[in-house]
């Protein structure tokens, strides 16, 4: 993981505990003086709205202890691998296109941040420029060509 995902899982976990756990918090305080809990709908929308909260944290939190911070200054260039930029040719559609390679945790297609255990991650880990990949993916088998790996 990039040091700027851990700090972006940290954040996410700074947020859900001192923003939205007090909120949910305050809202089964006021579900519950409103009466009769059995029968109460925002109580009961509220606890089920902590729990969904609670699955969330913990999952962070495992996603951080199990995370390590990669040195990208102790990454090949030569070959496509977690953390390098691929520039790619997509030769079903003629078309270049980059991607940076990145944990599963980290992935973002808005940033043209690939997950390495997608089916267009896995194809390109371990190629170098001038290679070719094949990738299996729903929409099909596309052809890439490495153009160029940068760190």
């Not at 505990?17 to 809990?37: C, F, H, Q, S, Y």
């Not at 990208?72 to 790619?88: G, H, R």
Request: aromatic share 2%; no cysteine.
């Amino acid at each position: 993981m990039t040091k700027e995902g851990l700090e972006k899982l940290q954040e996410e976990i700074k947020y859900l505990r001192t923003v939205r756990r007090p909120e949910i918090a305050k809202a089964i305080a006021e579900a519950r003086e409103k009466g009769d809990l059995s029968e109460n709908a925002e109580y009961h929308a509220a606890k089920e709205e902590q729990g969904h909260l609670e699955a969330k944290l913990s999952e962070l939190e495992t996603k951080i202890s199990n995370a390590r911070v990669m040195d990208d200054s102790m990454l090949d260039a030569s070959k496509a691998n977690i953390l390098s930029t691929v520039e790619v040719l997509n030769k079903k559609m003629n078309k270049k296109m980059k991607f940076m390679l990145v944990s599963e945790a980290e992935a973002n297609l808005k940033e043209n941040k690939l997950s390495i255990s997608s089916p267009i991650g896995k194809a390109l880990l371990g190629k170098a420029v001038g290679e070719k990949a094949k990738a299996h993916t729903p929409a099909g088998e596309i052809e890439f060509e490495i153009l160029k790996i940068t760190i």
